[in-house]
């Protein structure tokens, strides 16, 4: 066999690289600094900050006009205020435990951030589907995340506590097992790994059949109007949807040169078909009220071919400054895609960044058969069912980014972690619902101001 120049070197040696099974060790390794049941329960400590004040502070690099929308839409329900708090459970998981191994987390992991939306090939799949958080960091804050939203969701949908913890239960337990197969792939195997597991019934059967309707000409008959002309620009609905002044949409139709870079050579093609003939400004989300945010409403071979691309301000993740590690990021459009395109299974044909006025933004479709899980889905064994399907989604995205073996190792083959997180996702939800009474209170005190409701929901 012939040697490497580097073997040939005088005083180099090839170093082989760890194998799964000293992987999983190192994982199990990891159970003595940091026990599995040290997740059980959740106890905020005496100098915890102001939640009404934390939030307060997060919107400060938004526009201010739109707070008061961000409000009413949080103020809900706990689950809509846990929706839009990222910025507070951010805090909250770095006074916990760090296991120290790392993957790209979602950020924002919660059962509306899992949805169904269309492959570039055309397939509809079933995956995460909001990045605005992302950033490497410790595994364990995107699963207790996730934990405490199935459990603020299951409330809301009137199940009982029991129904609940078990949805938790069956959560982690499937992204344990799942993680366990990854850990035994190739990383290529783990690339092209789609989860087609109960998709045919529940939840996520559901959320599938709402995408194949909400194709980008159902959105176009839903967002726009037909002028006098024929030509379709968008309503206006102020304030969740209206026109801009003409120098904002020039910058934003100026700010598509340098997005066409970020694509590939074939999307690019592809992107060049279309035409742009309005642009406006659109409220979306919860969490994501008050940054700016864009629609470009194009057309390619004629009225039967619209594309309506999002144009959508990010702003640094709520996590970095938890994760002292983490370098900082040159652009937060080009974070946000990168994220998605390392944990997704496949990812929107047109997802970009660009700048517009020196504020960084990611580009994506605004609608392309995509559809979210509702909480009226998630009564009974239809959360529990939700839960498997949503602990195997988030494993593979953690596999595609991570250690698959030495989180393996460490999260262990019995139910010890399952019943952990079961307790602090109980007790994590408590806590939501006392923030939340807290937010309420601070509303009817004028210290928050709310928008009307009509006006906020649009």
């Known amino acids: 066999m012939t040697r490497t120049a580097a073997s040939k070197r005088p005083g180099t040696r090839r170093l082989a690289a760890p194998t799964p099974p000293e992987r999983r060790a190192r994982g199990r390794r990891v159970r003595d600094r940091v026990p599995r049941s040290s997740f059980g329960g959740w106890k905020p400590d005496a100098k ?6 934390l939030l307060q502070e997060s919107n ?108 938790v239960c069956d959560f982690v337990r499937a992204y344990r097992e799942a993680m366990a197969r990854f850990a035994e792939m190739t990383f290529l195997e783990v690339v092209r790994y789609e989860v087609k597991r109960y998709l045919r019934a529940g939840p996520a059967h559901v959320a599938l059949a709402r995408a194949e309707r909400a194709s980008p000409q159902h959105a176009l008959e839903k967002l726009t109007v037909r002028g006098r002309n024929g030509t379709r620009r968008f309503h206006d609905r102020s304030p969740v949807l209206r026109h801009v002044p003409d120098r904002v949409a020039a910058d934003v139709l100026r700010s598509l040169a340098s997005y066409r870079d970020t694509l590939g050579a074939d999307r690019q093609l592809a992107l060049e078909i279309y035409r742009p003939v309005d642009v406006a400004f659109k409220i979306v989300g919860t969490g994501s009220v008050g940054t700016r945010d864009y629609v470009v409403l194009m057309f390619g071979g004629g009225p039967a071919d619209p594309l309506i691309l999002q144009v959508k301000e990010e702003l640094p993740s709520c996590y970095h400054a938890y994760l002292p590690d983490v370098r900082p990021f040159a652009h937060q459009g080009r974070r946000v895609a990168e994220g998605q395109h390392r944990m997704q299974s496949a990812t929107d044909p047109f997802l970009g960044w660009t700048q517009v006025e020196g504020r960084d933004y990611l580009v994506r479709q605004l609608a392309d058969h995509k559809a979210k899980v509702e909480v009226a889905d998630l009564v009974g064994p239809a959360l529990e069912r939700f839960a498997l399907v949503t602990g195997e989604i988030l494993a593979k995205a953690h596999a595609r980014t991570g250690d698959a073996a030495s989180i393996s190792g460490y999260v262990g083959r019995s139910d010890r972690l399952d019943r952990a997180v079961a307790r602090f996702a109980r007790s994590y939800a408590d806590q939501t619902e006392k923030d939340y009474g807290l937010f309420r209170r601070a509303i009817r005190a004028g210290v928050l101001r709310a928008a009307p409701r009509r006006e906020a929901l649009g």
Request: aromatic content about 8%.
């Open 48 to 53: 915890r900050a102001d939640p009404v004040v």
């Open 60 to 167: 400060a690099e938004r526009l201010p006009a739109l707070i008061p929308i961000k409000v009413t839409r949080m103020a809900l329900s706990p689950f809509a205020f846990y929706r839009g708090a990222a910025p507070l459970m951010a805090l909250d998981l770095s006074k916990i435990p760090d296991t120290g191994l790392r993957t790209q987390l979602c950020g924002d992991a919660h059962v509306q951030n899992v949805g169904a939306f269309a492959a570039p090939d055309g397939h509809l799949i079933f995956d995460l589907n909001d990045f605005d958080e992302t950033i490497p960091g410790p595994w364990e804050w995107d699963v207790l995340r996730m934990a405490a939203s199935l459990v603020l969701a299951g409330r809301e949908a009137g199940n009982p506590e029991r129904v609940n913890a078990e949805a």
